[in-house]
């Protein structure tokens, strides 16, 4: 599991090398502007020139920042100088701040799987009047979830994700409680039973749930609820080859909902807090749930199985029931629910859903703001009756007439999510296809950040 590591620095500015940020054509100090023009080096975003001093050693750095910058840029800055410990220059405190924190993001590799040892890293020390502690818990937040989606599914199984649930409440002296097996048919979690009972028997279904103050009832009560499926075959419905080599990414939404619930409590925001995780495998044995099955839900609506790849909805269903049970405030679902929001959206901007408008603009704006971007899609009510049944009470498979897969799927949600408070879903991708420096291709975390600036700005910390 991740903890705090140093990546940011807060002592030693003294010696460290400064990277200069340089807008486009920018003026140069002459001392380097001849080193700089040798190298085509104009100030063009992203262009990162190293500086030798007369010995031949390292002197520092240019960083283009194009015609603004953008602190996001500073994640390939991690990746890319070289090994040293290095400080940023000419940057405004909020600016820096920002850039520090896409630093550390950028700093990520999953390296658990390589036996050869590491090279060594630059490190950064922290900006002046930035919150290195409160950036750190962000970052490990992040790389937390990054790591549990790059884990392989067969050492991220159902009970790794309880093991890190329960590392994160006792952190936090938060309550955890997990149902798994055939104990789910008893406390009535029947999809989430259904859905992953053809997994090993080492690999049981579970839902698990940590409480966290649930005695301050004076605090509002926060419910995040993820998508845990360690692994998607497809079921009986099986997936391709192609489909079905990236889905152990398919717990991305437990990763995410555990990250930002371990970041809501280690920075004590006043609030309750409930984190629910469906963590099952959709395997195939003898004991699948088949196409043309009638599974019961937690909710005792009853659901017509048209396809047993369409088994996120299925484990959410019975989470996001149990998480209206404790009433909540806000509730925030996290999954890698539908490919149909990859295709709307591509794999950079998750498809947000809510019927609240104030929570959707606060998100918005906080995605705005922290660089962490959501976009807002309908909960079309023409497009539910697609998800009726001529058997059931609902169908997991939408008509094809719909085609909209991200907002049917969505409007699946809504018939289970809690009736008290704001309700938001999040089909999110988890993952960045397309390698770039600090942007390794692999796990990512989206929406943590956006998520917890709105919670912040919503339940400040009281100082
Ligand atoms: N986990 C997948 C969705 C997914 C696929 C997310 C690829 C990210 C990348 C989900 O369980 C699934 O298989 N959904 C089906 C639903 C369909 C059968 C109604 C889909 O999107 O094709
Ligand atoms: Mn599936
Ligand atoms: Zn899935």
Redesign the pocket.
Known sequence: MSVLHPDLLSAGADQALPVHVILKDGVLDPAVAVWARAHDFTGKAGQLLVLPDPKGTLAGALFGAGDSFDPGSARGLAARLPAGVWRLEGLPVAEAGAAALAFALGAYRFDRYRTRSDTARPRLIAPDGMDVAGTLRIVAACELAREMVDTPAADMGPLQIETIAREIASESRATIAVTEGEALLDANYPAIHAVGRAAAPARQPRIIEIGWQLDRTDLPLVALVGKG?VF?S?GLNIKGGA?MRN?KK?MGGAAHALALGRLVMQSNLPVRLVVLVAAVENAISADAFRPGDVLNSRKGLTIEIG?T????RLVLADALCRAGEHTPDLTLDFA?????A?VALGPELPPLYTDDDALAADLLEAGRAVADPLWRMPLWPGYRAAIDSELADVRN?SAAWAQA?SVTAALFLQRFAPETGVWAHMDI?AWNPRARPGWPEGGEAQAIRACFAMLAARFPVAR
Request: no cysteine; aromatic share 4%; proline share 0%.
């Open positions: 499926v998607d497809g489909g889905m398919d396809n790849d369409a088994e996120g890698t629910l539908t490919g149909a990859r498979d897969g991708f």
